[in-house]
């Protein structure tokens, strides 16, 4: 089976800190996204990854930026963590292109306070 | 810039009834459409997917989904519902043209609760 782990279930940080949410994949794939889910307004895109040291900007990379320097880890950055960014952030990773099925993490909640 | 729209937020089910839960997409080509499912507290698990062929798929738990190109939606089903579906359930799309490795557009979830 696939696995995708993410480093915190949950996590509490106050506005202004730098915050760090790991991702880490056992399968050798190749992309690897970042969501933000909330209430109301299902799963956003922030960020995904189709290579190591490559990105992409999703739908709502404001506020954000990701590092992959291994293929496995998938790292999602808060530069300056504000109160609207609390959310569940999940990770996510596909064995490449055309392969669409998304493999999800248990999601990493995430509370600035 | 294709899009999901699940028109349903809750939906409420006695335990042994059959289920629908709705979903419309918004993409200029054939889609890539799935049904993912979150319990509390748990990641998104993937229920049934269609590329193309057969427009009737069936996943798992029971569950199956038709996709209908002249009515852009993609409705899931169930005929007799267990009190552990009680669940989120999304619907989502994903482009052609990205081959899936740009990431899938969401609706915003039907929050599934069942009554005894």
């Known amino acids: 089976d696939v696995k995708v782990t993410q480093s915190s279930r949950y996590l509490v940080k106050r506005t202004g800190e730098k915050v760090f949410l790991e991702c880490v994949q056992d399968m050798d794939h190749e992309n690897m996204f970042w969501y933000r889910q909330d209430p109301g307004l299902g799963l956003r895109l922030i960020y995904f990854s189709y290579d190591v040291k490559m990105k992409e900007k999703g739908d709502i990379p404001e506020g954000y930026s990701v590092s992959r320097e291994k293929k496995e880890r998938f790292s999602l950055i808060l530069e300056s963590a504000s109160t609207n960014q609390t959310s569940m952030y999940l990770c996510a990773s596909i064995t490449g292109t055309g392969a669409y099925e998304q493999y999800f993490g248990p999601g990493t909640r995430l509370t600035v306070t | 810039a294709q899009s999901v729209t699940q028109p349903d937020i809750h939906i409420t089910v006695s335990e042994g009834a059959s289920l629908e839960l709705r979903c419309n997409y918004s993409y200029g080509a054939t889609p890539y459409l799935f049904w993912y499912v979150q319990s509390p507290g748990q990641g998104l698990q993937l229920l049934l997917k269609?590329?193309?062929?057969?427009?009737l798929v069936q996943g798992i738990k029971g569950f199956e989904a038709e996709f209908k190109r002249s009515q852009s939606s993609f409705n899931l089903r169930k005929p007799s519902v267990h009190w552990s579906d009680a669940a989120e359930y999304f619907c989502a799309v994903g482009s052609h043209s990205g081959g899936g490795a740009d990431g899938l557009t969401f609706g915003k979830g039907t929050h599934l609760i069942i009554q005894p």
């Open positions: 269609y590329f193309s062929g057969d427009t």
